[in-house]
């Protein structure tokens, strides 16, 4: 038996106390005995699984649980609320004790940090949360990170063992010609054994055949089903946003019941999947953004029926995808915000200057987001509002992203948290277009049409694609991938994809599709600003960054009239090569497609040793250099390069994220050209040096 007894309950209690927290809250706004039945199974199983462990706390706490429900199993009617409140506090009471089973972790393990303190919540909504409500986080993702990033090490070494079995395919493909012209030339002899030597060689060059064609598709299937592997195993990092609908929900309902409201909770758009940090503290401000919606929003049963409202308010938490950024929206259906008290409190708080034009409702929200406002001494309409929006407004800060308010008067209020997306799953559809692979969201594919070469040309001439009935603007992928510099000549696209996104759709002309694939998108990082048409990149199996597509940034360009027609861009002028050194594939991907999208020929090197070498080897226009790598640094290579007559006068631009007027002297002393630091990196200003110092 494994050393830790209690290592399968962990897992399959959690996954119980999660289904039973949430059937509770389900069950408060949609009684019925197939929801009751539900939580019996589950309160069953994890009370028989509790005794196997000799866990009897746990066990007795299921037992009451199940005993409050038992009188329900046949009824429709709504649980009393004593009795809501009773399996709300076992269902703590049991969360706290799984929660308690949780190994202490390992000296010097990597633990994800707690989201930050949001402190208590103002006024009575604090006050009338039942003793039993677990911390404000976000459900820690059922993957342990250290075990994600094994699997995908394991994955890269399965994918590194390939590389033998390429080669040994282009082998078999060199043996099978060269069996071909021993073959040719037994057929023109004329000695006695030549038939019997030229049937063999016929036959050696047939099995040969035979053979590359079976082991290179064989390879080639393994790595297709190795990238959706990859793919899958990445997309384990990610934490689905209706992990956290189950803690809001409960913070709504505990607020209602401390206000002797009737609230409904809706969560909307749980499937997109997140970064378990951006989930942890959009969570931690988001259980205050709906707590005071519910105590300062939504208005007493009585006030609701004389605005012509139903007696039961609702809450509304939506989660969407907008291209670069995830959008958290809070909404009621309450009286909205109290202009008229913030208006006084900020005057009674010198936040208008005396005789300054009257603020608009804008500019007021405005104020409340800032901080520090609040209309009364103790808990009044705004009051607990203006603490979840300094939570709200913190958690932005540290994301980068921003929050914004709306609110109608008598009608509701809304709380929009918008953050750039560090990790985000999707399903993508390759596309290659010019011998550059990218890959789209597949949300957004409406569908693929096969375009005849005329239509191509007409699509690519005039802008515009009829698809059933309409022209919609087109758009050649080749074209705006490679703006402002010469388009590979590839031919006119063969496939249009149709997109849309913010209601408009678009045709997008490409070379072919590649089929599909789950990914895991990463931002582009400051060193490389990006057109408007790239959302992101994630890795191939051969750890190389692969385009991201936006279909908003390919809609917006569609829509300004880029349908850059392929072959229609000049080719650049002539020039001698740049050299790219850094040890960071991504770094020197990233540069090499800055460069080449502006028309001059990359070569790369890994290291400063690389760069030498291929220094010598032949002539460029300019080195590149990152400072920090293994063995010969930036400042060594610069160093040496002027050093050689035959190097020294082509010029070097340090980039590197070192930025203290030290480094950037040394830089000078070596005999760098420019130093460029990446943290302060603009795409124009690299450029710039660049232009400057390689003759056109």
């Known amino acids: 038996m494994s050393g830790d007894p209690l290592r399968y309950f962990r897992i399959e209690a959690r996954e119980l106390v999660d289904q039973i927290s949430a059937g509770v809250l389900d069950l408060d706004q949609q009684p019925g005995p197939d929801l009751v039945a539900r939580l019996l199974r589950f309160a069953h199983t994890l009370k028989g699984a509790a005794r196997v462990v000799k866990q009897q706390e746990i066990a007795d706490r299921a037992h009451e649980f199940e005993e409050v429900l ?12 004593d009795q809501m409140r009773e399996l709300l506090r076992l269902n703590d009471e049991i969360e706290a004790r799984v929660a308690a089973l949780e190994p202490a972790p390992a000296p010097g393990a990597d633990v994800p940090a707690p989201p930050p303190a949001t402190g208590p919540v103002a006024g009575p909504v604090a006050g009338q949360l039942e003793p039993g409500v677990p911390p404000e986080t976000a459900p820690p993702p059922r993957a342990a990170t250290a075990d994600v990033d094994d699997l995908l090490d394991a994955i890269g070494e399965a994918h590194a063992r390939f590389g033998p079995l390429r080669t040994g395919a282009h082998a078999l493909d060199r043996l099978h010609r060269t069996a071909e012209n021993l073959a040719d030339q ?6 006695g054994g030549a038939d019997t030597a030229r049937l063999g060689a016929l036959r050696l060059a047939a099995d040969l055949s035979a053979l590359g064609r079976r082991l290179t598709d064989s390879v080639e299937q393994v790595e297709r089903e190795l990238d959706e592997i990859r793919g899958r195993a990445e997309r384990l990092r990610l934490v689905a946003a209706s992990t956290v609908f189950t803690a809001l929900h409960r913070a709504v309902r505990d607020a209602a019941d401390g206000q002797g409201k009737r609230v409904r909770f809706e969560g909307r758009g749980g499937d997109l999947r997140l970064d378990p940090h951006v989930l942890a503290l959009v969570n931690g401000a988001f259980l205050h953004v709906v707590r005071n919606a519910v105590a300062h929003g939504i208005e007493p049963a009585a006030d609701r029926a004389a605005a012509g409202k139903p007696a039961e308010g609702t809450v509304v938490v939506e989660v969407e995808r907008r291209g670069r950024f995830a959008a958290f929206r809070c909404t009621d259906d309450g009286r909205g915000f109290d202009v008229a008290a913030i208006r006084r409190a900020a005057r009674a708080r010198g936040r208008l200057a005396p005789g300054a034009p009257e603020p608009d409702e804008r ?34 800060d540290q994301l980068d992203g921003a929050v914004t308010l709306g609110s109608e008067a008598g009608r509701g209020a809304t709380v929009e948290l918008v953050v750039p997306l560090a990790l985000l799953s999707v399903q993508g559809l390759v596309l290659e277009a010019a011998g550059t692979v990218a890959t789209v969201p597949l949300d957004a594919v409406r569908t693929c049409v096969r375009l005849l070469p005329d239509q191509a040309a007409t699509a690519a001439a005039t802008g515009r694609m009829a698809h059933e009935g309409r022209a919609l603007p087109f758009l050649s992928l080749a074209g705006v991938l490679y703006a402002g510099a010469a388009v590979p000549d590839s031919g006119p ?6 997109l849309a996104a913010d209601g408009e759709a678009v045709a997008v002309g490409v070379d072919r599709l590649a089929g599909t694939s789950t990914l895991v998108v990463r931002p582009l990082p400051k060193l490389a600003p990006a057109a408007p048409v790239i959302g992101g990149v994630a890795m191939d199996l051969d750890g190389n960054p692969r385009l991201v597509l936006d279909a908003q940034g390919l809609v917006a360009a569609a829509r300004n009239g880029r349908h850059v027609q392929a072959g229609a861009v000049p080719a650049a002028v002539e020039r001698l090569p740049i050299l790219i050194i850094d040890d960071s594939l991504t770094t020197r991907m990233l540069e090499r497609s800055i460069l080449e999208s502006a028309g001059y020929q990359v070569d790369l090197a890994a290291s400063g040793e690389e760069g030498l070498t291929k220094a010598r080897a032949r002539r460029y226009g300019l080195f590149l250099t990152d400072i920090d790598m293994p063995g010969i640094d930036g400042f060594t290579f610069v160093a040496r390069t002027r050093a050689d007559p035959a190097l020294s006068g082509v010029p070097a631009i340090l980039v590197s994220s070192r930025s203290s007027a030290e480094d950037r002297q040394r830089g000078a002393e070596v005999g760098a050209d420019a130093y460029v630091v990446k943290g302060e990196f603009d795409q124009e200003e690299l450029l710039a040096h660049i232009r400057r110092l390689v003759p056109s």
Do not use: F, K, Q
């Open 70 to 81: 038992i009188p329900h199993r046949t009824e429709d009617a709504p649980l009393a609320t």
């Open 186 to 191: 037994l057929r023109s002899a004329r000695a």
């Open 363 to 396: 500019a007021l929200l405005d104020l409340l987001l800032r901080g520090g406002i609040s209309t009364s001494a103790g808990v009044t309409e705004v009051s607990g509002r203006g603490i979840g929006l300094d939570v709200a407004r913190d958690v932005a």
């Open 493 to 498: 696209p063969g496939v249009a994809v149709v």
